[in-house]
Structure formats: structure tokens, C-alpha cells
């Protein structure tokens, strides 16, 4: 059976709304898939009812294994599609599903969480994804919604090869997805990051869209100051970015969804914690490497931090 069409194995940790939209189209595709989530509710009704997907293509709803603690039940591919704070949590939990030839992708927004993975279970079985021009929603317990589905590059951490890499976007490809394996995993992350630094804390803490950061007179100079101070990062420490201008390359990326919320400001208007500190947080981490400050997006991200803090301590935002 050629690569292209190797029907694999696959569990899900991670079934909130990208884990579920994930699921759903590798089980259309015939990937044999289960996914584990402690949302009781959710698992049940998949269970009961299938996973329901609907999209710009269409709905369906598929078969899928679920379960709310993983199984001793050894996979081919394990995917982690928890947010970057239960990363490290995620991977204990899919122990029992990983073999001594599975191979563990990770995919989630920001900088970091694979380097706690590849701690955990070494890089050589490593995958680390970058998803771009993603939306979507949980709609009710078994029922999710995406709104777009544009890119998934996936690369190797350190150590897999590239033919493990490409026996994985393969399998995505079978499911509808524009996915490929890319020899330089290490600039993709950075491109999206500078484009989540750019939006993710400015529209947390103002409530405005994408676009309408973009264009206030007031958040735009900071979120054009984030990225450029995360790209001149990079350039830092020689990752080979492909863009030339940061401001040019985060309107652009905005433009193209510039009523999208991103997810850090999901979070807050559900007073959730967001994903901050591997997104605008992993700036002054990485900057530090190279002997560089950050204070703009150090900045930011103190100041959402603060606000969430505030949720924790139940006090007044």
C-alpha cells in the first residue's frame, strides 16, 4: 500500500473543538480513530450518537471511539490536540496508547509545549504541528462547527525522520486536509507566532476583533510593535523566516479574517485562563537566548496574566 493511501491508527487526546474537527474528517477519511477527553458529556454522546462536523464543505457524522480516560490500547499515531498549558498533563494520559513504533504529534497555538513533550517521551517519535486559518466550535456535546480549514505543516522535533513525517501528513491529506511535511518546522512556528503576537494579547484585553485591531488608532501601533519585536527575535537567534516585513506579513494575515476572536480571547469571555504565556510569553523566553529584551510583549502579557489572576483570586477584573 503506497503512503498515500496507509490507513492508520489514530487516537485524539484532546476533543474539545480543533481535537473534535480533527477526529471527525481522519474517521471520514477510514483512519480508524478514538478519541479521549474528560468531557463526560461529550464523550457519551459520541459514543452514543457519533461525532457530527459541519463546515464550509458540508456535515457528516462519523463513528469514533471515545473515551474519558485513555485505554491501554497502543495506536500508531497519537495526537495531542490539548491547549498548551495541559500539554504536559496530555501526555501522561496517552501513555497507554503509545507502542514502541507510535509516533506522537503535537499540535497546539504558541511556542514550547513540544520541547515539554519531547522531555517526556524523547524526540526521536516526535511530530510538532502548525495549524494556520483555523476556526472552530463546539456546538453541543457530540456536535462541532469549523469555520475555515486552510494549512497543516508538520515537521519533525529532533530525531524522527522525514518519512515519518510524510507517512503522517499523508494520513491527513486522506482526510481533506491541505497537510505537508516541511524540512524546517522551527520557522513555520515562528511565522504563526509572529502573527499570533500581533492579536492574540491586544484583542484579549480590549474585546476587539482581529481587524478591529488592526486598524485602531490606539492597539494597532502595539500590535504592529508585537510582531515586529517577535520577528526581530527570530532573526535573532537565525531561524530562517521567510517574511520580509512583520507588519506587512501580520495585515495580511489579518485581512484574511479580520472578524475572527482569537482564542486568547475566547478564553477571557468565557474567564478562562488563556494560552498567553506560549504565545506572547514565549517572546522574552526566547528573546532571553539571545541576549535580547521584549518588553512589549513581556508587557502584554503581564498585564493579561494580571487579569487572570484577578478570575482566580475572584476579584473584580
Request: proline share 5%; net charge negative.
Amino acid at each position: 500500500m503506497s503512503v498515500e493511501r496507509e490507513v492508520m491508527r489514530i487516537a485524539v487526546v484532546g476533543c474539545g473543538a480543533m481535537g473534535s474537527v480533527y477526529a471527525g474528517r481522519l474517521a471520514s477519511a477510514g483512519h480508524d480513530v478514538l478519541v479521549v477527553d474528560r468531557w463526560a458529556a461529550h464523550m457519551a454522546a459520541i459514543a452514543e450518537n457519533g461525532l457530527q462536523v459541519s463546515g464550509p464543505a458540508g456535515e457528516f457524522r462519523v463513528s469514533v471511539q471515545a473515551h474519558t480516560s485513555a485505554p491501554d490500547d497502543p495506536v500508531d499515531l497519537v495526537v495531542l490536540a490539548v491547549k498548551a498549558a495541559d500539554v504536559e498533563s496530555a501526555t501522561a494520559e496517552a501513555r497507554p496508547l503509545i507502542g514502541p513504533a507510535t509516533i506522537v504529534l503535537t499540535i497546539q497555538n504558541g511556542f514550547g509545549s513540544a520541547d515539554v513533550v519531547a522531555a517526556e517521551l524523547g524526540g526521536d517519535r516526535l511530530a510538532v504541528g502548525v495549524a494556520s486559518g483555523f476556526g472552530a466550535s463546539v456546538k453541543g456535546p457530540g456536535n462541532v462547527h469549523h469555520n475555515a480549514m486552510r494549512a497543516l505543516r508538520f515537521g519533525g522535533h529532533s530525531g524522527l525522520d522525514h518519512s515519518e513525517v510524510e507517512r503522517v501528513a499523508a494520513a491527513w491529506r486522506l482526510g481533506g486536509f491541505d497537510a505537508q511535511a516541511v524540512s524546517d518546522i522551527a520557522a513555520m512556528q515562528w511565522e504563526k507566532l509572529i502573527c499570533n503576537v500581533a492579536y492574540s494579547a491586544p484583542c484579549a484585553l480590549t474585546g476587539l476583533t482581529v481587524g478591529e485591531v488592526m486598524d485602531d488608532e490606539h492597539m494597532g501601533p502595539v500590535s504592529r510593535a508585537a510582531a515586529t519585536e517577535a520577528w526581530d527575535t527570530a532573526r535573532a537567534l537565525g531561524v530562517a523566516i521567510s517574511a520580509p516585513d512583520p507588519v506587512e506579513f501580520v495585515r495580511d494575515f489579518g485581512a484574511q479574517m479580520p472578524a475572527a476572536k482569537p482564542s486568547a480571547l475566547l478564553d477571557h469571555e468565557a474567564r478562562r485562563v488563556s494560552e498567553i504565556m506560549f504565545i506572547n510569553g514565549a517572546v522574552p523566553r526566547e528573546a532571553a537566548k539571545a541576549g535580547r529584551d521584549a518588553p512589549v510583549n513581556a508587557t502584554l502579557t503581564a498585564l493579561v496574566r494580571a487579569r487572570e489572576t484577578a478570575w482566580a483570586n475572584d476579584q473584580p477584573a
